[in-house]
């Protein structure tokens, strides 16, 4: 089970169907969790997405309390042998308490089920941010402990130098990094390419 967050506008919707369509490749079961249940047409946009890669999405009503809806596709992941449950969530800045306060009680809910779970909390950043990133991962990951990174927009103007950064303060690996718009535009991070991007 993959928990995925950031600010708003760092792309984390498109990254979630991005990387449904990745790990649907070998032919493993996906299913999507619309957590957003607050930002204006997010749970259709990831319904979209879902209906494009033919993938089962759970959704809630507008304004439902994300930690049932993640508890419940959970339930259901587990119910029908799901072997990735990926659960979008409603940006936030990492400058509110409320707001992380909400991402610890969807983690709290899901650790009712398994206390392993979620097994990966990603965060999607934007490589075109710069420092502000860096402060991005080490709010998140105070509030909630995170596991690595989904860097998005590395093919504008940034080079995603703050993954650097964020790697030796906080040990935070990038997990998947976003090339462009189109769908396979998405790819496990490598570490040679970066660097040879970077120089």
């Given at each position: 089970?993959?928990?995925?967050?950031?600010?708003?506008?760092?792309?984390?919707?498109?990254?979630?169907?991005?990387?449904?369509?990745?790990?649907?490749?070998?032919?493993?079961?996906?299913?999507?969790?619309?957590?957003?249940?607050?930002?204006?047409?997010?749970i259709e946009q990831l319904g979209?997405?879902?209906?494009?890669?033919?993938?089962?999405?759970?959704?809630?009503?507008?304004?439902?309390?994300?930690?049932?809806?993640?508890?419940?596709?959970?339930?259901?992941?587990?119910?029908?042998?799901?072997?990735?449950?990926?659960?979008?969530?409603?940006?936030?800045?990492?400058?509110?308490?409320?707001?992380?306060?909400?991402?610890?009680?969807?983690?709290?809910?899901?650790?009712?089920?398994?206390?392993?779970?979620?097994?990966?909390?990603?965060?999607?950043?934007?490589?075109?941010?710069?420092?502000?990133?860096?402060?991005?991962?080490?709010?998140?990951?105070?509030?909630?402990?995170?596991?690595?990174?989904?860097?998005?927009?590395?093919?504008?103007?940034?080079?995603?130098?703050?993954?650097?950064?964020?790697?030796?303060?906080?040990?935070?690996?990038?997990?998947?990094?976003?090339?462009?718009?189109?769908?396979?535009?998405?790819?496990?991070?490598?570490?040679?390419?970066?660097?040879?991007?970077?120089?």
């Amino acid at each position: 089970m993959i928990l995925v967050v950031g600010v708003n506008g760092t792309g984390k919707t498109t990254s979630i169907a991005k990387l449904a369509h990745y790990l649907g490749k070998d032919r493993d079961s996906v299913l999507l969790a619309a957590a957003d249940t607050f930002r204006a047409a997010a749970i259709e946009q990831l319904g979209i997405w879902a209906k494009r890669l033919e993938v089962e999405m759970i959704r809630g009503q507008y304004g439902a309390d994300p930690a049932a809806l993640c508890y419940d596709a959970y339930q259901a992941a587990v119910k029908h042998k799901i072997a990735f449950l990926l659960c979008d969530t409603a940006g936030r800045l990492h400058t509110k308490a409320n707001l992380m306060a909400e991402l610890q009680k969807v983690k709290r809910s899901l650790a009712k089920h398994d206390p392993d779970v979620p097994h990966e909390i990603l965060l999607v950043v934007d490589a075109t941010t710069g420092g502000n990133a860096l402060s991005q991962a080490r709010e998140f990951k105070n509030a909630i402990g995170l596991t690595g990174l989904i860097v998005t927009k590395l093919d504008g103007s940034g080079k995603g130098g703050i993954v650097v950064a964020i790697q030796n303060e906080l040990g935070l690996p990038t997990r998947f990094v976003g090339t462009g718009e189109k769908i396979d535009d998405f790819a496990p991070f490598d570490r040679t390419a970066y660097v040879d991007n970077l120089l």
